[in-house]
């Protein structure tokens, strides 16, 4: 009996000495992040700031009209607060943009940070001399602040989005193409050809879609913005039709024409992003998408994932955006 108890108490004291070892060499784990989708919080030192010329700076920039949307919205939230009052609640805002002035510098310093006090987190701070020079500062990145932010947006969305993924349709999207994607619960494959897939997902009062498509790769003309719109009316003429007879999808060209920009920070790579608005021959449906496409050297085809929004006289940024996270879910294989 004694040499069990002996036994006994020598486990329970191994088991206890695991875990703490255990528990030594995992990291905490961070809060989960807050804030509203795509807002900012601005930290300033104190209401002058953020109601002068540095406040103006900053919503020059990120309140500015986002391209490809039918009605007027902006690029992102901004909500503001000053450091005083900048407590641990606070603390864990997912983009936080924090503002100093500091007149013994000589020069503007930049910091960023990653999940500093909660996860996903993009931290920016830009202490200049004087608020001449922190606009100036501002100004030079500010595109680069917001592909950091733009980031923090789509990691969240897919931390939400990731664990519905449904199974059958990225399974699917690999047999075919070769490459992962996470498509969220909802969807569903409404057609299936050798060079197109069109992933749909349809509620009472609005729709969204997928479209992946490929051609042969010949040469980086197919890139530019012509060649782009041009294969894509081919496909969806091919495949998209609307619901009356002899309709079909296509892309709109005078109103709000097709916007091209070349991204290195998408998942495969270098990619040509183009946002629009995509409308219909021979009925009156219409609305906004984002497409990237991208050459993939192990098949030679030129790929293009989009991703569309239906919803008529409704706000339409958020929903693209959640879209735009699914089609940065990509993952190509191991070399």
């Known amino acids: 009996m004694r040499n069990y108890l002996k036994l006994t108490f020598l486990l329970v004291a191994l088991a206890?000495?695991?875990?703490?070892?255990?528990?030594?060499?995992?990291?905490?784990?961070?809060?989960r992040s807050a804030g509203g989708t795509s807002e900012i919080l601005v930290v300033t030192q104190n209401d002058e700031q953020w109601d002068g010329m540095m406040g103006d700076t900053i919503r020059a920039f990120f309140l500015q009209p986002q391209y490809g949307l039918p009605q007027p919205e902006?690029?992102?939230?901004?909500?503001?607060?000053?450091?005083?009052?900048?407590?641990?609640?606070?603390?864990?805002?997912?983009?936080?943009?924090?503002a100093e002035i500091n007149p013994n510098l000589k020069e503007s310093v930049v910091e960023t940070g990653e999940d500093v006090w909660a996860a996903p987190q993009r931290v920016i701070k830009i202490v200049a001399p004087n608020r001449t020079a922190?606009?100036?500062?501002?100004?030079?990145?500010?595109?680069?602040?917001?592909?950091?932010?733009?980031?923090?947006?789509?990691?969240?969305?897919?931390?939400?989005?990731?664990?519905?993924?449904?199974?059958?349709?990225?399974?699917?999207?690999?047999?075919?193409?070769g490459f992962d994607i996470t498509i969220p619960s909802g969807f569903f494959i409404s057609k299936d050809e050798p060079d197109f897939l069109w992933i749909r997902k349809e509620l009472e009062k609005n729709s969204f879609g997928i479209f992946i498509y490929t051609t042969p790769y010949k040469d980086t003309l197919q890139l530019e913005m012509n060649s782009m719109v041009s294969l894509r009316d081919r496909m969806l003429q091919k495949y998209v039709p609307g619901p009356s007879a002899g309709s079909f999808m296509t892309t709109e060209k005078e109103?709000?024409?097709?916007?091209?920009?070349?991204?290195?920070?998408?998942p495969t790579g270098f990619a040509a992003e183009m946002r629009g608005m995509w409308c219909l021959v021979g009925d009156y449906m219409a609305g906004p998408f984002i497409s990237y496409t991208f050459p993939d050297?192990?098949?030679?085809?030129?790929?293009?994932?989009?991703?569309?929004?239906?919803?008529?006289?409704?706000?339409?940024?958020?929903?693209?955006?959640?879209?735009?996270?699914?089609?940065?879910?990509?993952?190509?294989?191991?070399p």
Not at 16 to 31: L, Q, T
Not at 138 to 166: C, G, H, W
Not at 299 to 325: A, F, M
Request: glycine fraction near 2%; charge should be positive.
């Open 134 to 177: 922190w606009c100036q500062t501002f100004n030079e990145q500010k595109e680069a602040y917001k592909v950091m932010f733009d980031k923090v947006e789509r990691d969240r969305i897919m931390t939400v989005l990731r664990p519905s993924n449904d199974v059958k349709i990225t399974q699917r999207v690999k047999e075919k193409l």
């Open 16 to 31: 206890i000495m695991a875990a703490a070892c255990g528990n030594k060499s995992e990291k905490p784990r961070k809060d």
């Open 297 to 334: 050297n192990r098949t030679g085809n030129l790929v293009t994932l989009e991703g569309y929004v239906y919803y008529p006289n409704h706000d339409k940024r958020d929903d693209l955006l959640q879209l735009q996270s699914i089609l940065y879910s990509v993952r190509m294989p191991e």
């Open 74 to 98: 902006a690029l992102n939230k901004l909500a503001h607060i000053n450091v005083n009052g900048f407590s641990d609640m606070f603390k864990k805002h997912k983009c936080l943009l924090i």
């Open 255 to 266: 109103f709000v024409p097709p916007l091209v920009n070349y991204t290195a920070t998408y």
